[in-house]
């Protein structure tokens, strides 16, 4: 098993619509988690992050997060042509990351 | 977040040479990491640099190959020794800022080794 999971891919979301991101995870120590998105030839570029159960909103993204299932999940509302790139999941432990290898998403204008 | 620079952004190389990667930021950092991407593959944690003391490699990574400095709050060095075509790789450094440990990401050194 892997120690973090993410569908690959790749997802095709309409433009508009909500696009929702799924991660689980293996650690039930793990402290911390979370969303970077990647765009193609770029470096990762930190989304959210949440550290405790329950949802947390920034924008037009929500971060969920369920500890005792070991699931985290991204909803990006309202999608847009410029949400199209790779969402890695991150997962921390004692300030070691891991990353899923992350979910493709297109949104279609 | 920190202003991270990477040097160099690119670099082609022969088999059996080395490279130095430097990573520069903006502030005061405790904690930086160096991370390798392979194509098409998602990010893999070679070691931890702190200042002052000696790197923490991860499980497939040795000092001999991958050589760190750490010399002060503010930089770091990674130096693929040896290289050999499967080391061609993004590698990116990362430093650990803020109190709840957010790692952010420098541009990435994009490898190609011939």
């Known amino acids: 098993q892997k120690e973090v999971e993410q569908n690959s891919g790749p997802l095709s979301v309409p433009e508009g619509a909500i696009a929702s991101l799924n991660c689980t995870y293996s650690?039930?120590?793990?402290?911390?988690f979370f969303w970077y998105r990647q765009y193609s030839g770029k470096s990762p570029e930190l989304i959210m992050s949440i550290y405790s159960n329950g949802d947390k909103e920034d924008g037009r993204f929500t971060a969920q997060l369920n500890k005792a299932s070991q699931y985290v999940s991204l909803l990006i509302r309202d999608s847009q042509p410029s949400d199209s790139a790779t969402y890695l999941c991150a997962v921390n432990r004692n300030e070691k990351l891991t990353f899923g290898t992350g979910t493709r998403l297109t949104i279609i204008p | 977040s920190a202003v991270i620079s990477q040097k160099p952004s690119r670099d082609i190389c022969q088999r059996g040479t080395s490279l130095t990667i430097q990573c520069q930021v903006d502030?005061?950092?405790?904690?930086m990491f160096w991370y390798r991407q392979q194509p098409g593959q998602s990010l893999t944690l070679i070691a931890t640099?702190?200042?002052?003391?000696?790197?923490?490699?991860e499980s497939g990574f040795v000092i001999d190959k991958f050589p760190i400095s750490r010399p002060n709050l503010t930089f770091s060095t990674l130096t693929v020794s040896n290289m050999s075509p499967e080391d061609s790789s993004i590698y990116l450094c990362?430093?650990?800022?803020?109190?709840?440990?957010?790692?952010?990401f420098g541009p990435g050194t994009r490898l190609l080794v011939l």
């Open positions: 502030s005061q950092v405790t904690m």
């Open positions: 640099a702190n200042q002052g003391s000696e790197a923490t490699y």
């Open positions: 650690d039930r120590g793990s402290q911390s």
């Open positions: 990362s430093v650990e800022t803020g109190p709840q440990e957010t790692q952010y």
